[in-house]
């Protein structure tokens, strides 16, 4: 119980972590993409819109689908959007993968103080 417990509250923590991380790095996605500053800092900004927007979206779905298989299928989505996200060639498609990412990340967030470890 103590395991999942800690588990639970450590993916609560961290989930939000990536747009921190994000933002160090913005130097060098302006150069990389050929982007403007103000557009990179956007990418980040809709990111943390999602966190608002995810939970309210998704939480509904744990009625149907359960809660452990919502934080499984939304966490693989998350982990796997990684990869195309962190190859991405244009502001566009690294703003869209991110809101998408962020988007099944979030889930956790909404549904972790009802798990019953």
């Known amino acids: ?12 923590v961290l989930s939000p972590s990536p747009s921190s991380i994000f933002a160090p790095g ?9 982007a403007r ?8 900004t809709g990111f ?14 744990r009625e ?7 934080c499984l299928i939304c966490f693989t989505l998350f982990t796997l ?9 244009t502001l566009l498609v690294l703003i869209t993968l991110r809101t998408f990412a962020w988007f099944f990340g979030s889930t956790y967030i909404s549904i972790h103080r009802e798990f019953d470890y």
């Open 26 to 34: 913005i130097w060098q996605i302006v150069e990389s993409l050929k």
């Open 48 to 61: 943390v819109v999602v966190l608002g927007i995810g939970p309210i979206l998704l939480a509904p779905l």
């Open 37 to 44: 500053e103000n557009e990179v800092i956007g990418c980040q």
């Open 64 to 70: 149907t689908l359960g809660r452990k298989p919502l």
């Open 1 to 12: 119980k103590s395991y999942l417990s800690g588990l639970g509250n450590n993916c609560v």
């Open 81 to 89: 959007l990684q990869i195309p996200t962190a190859l991405a060639k």
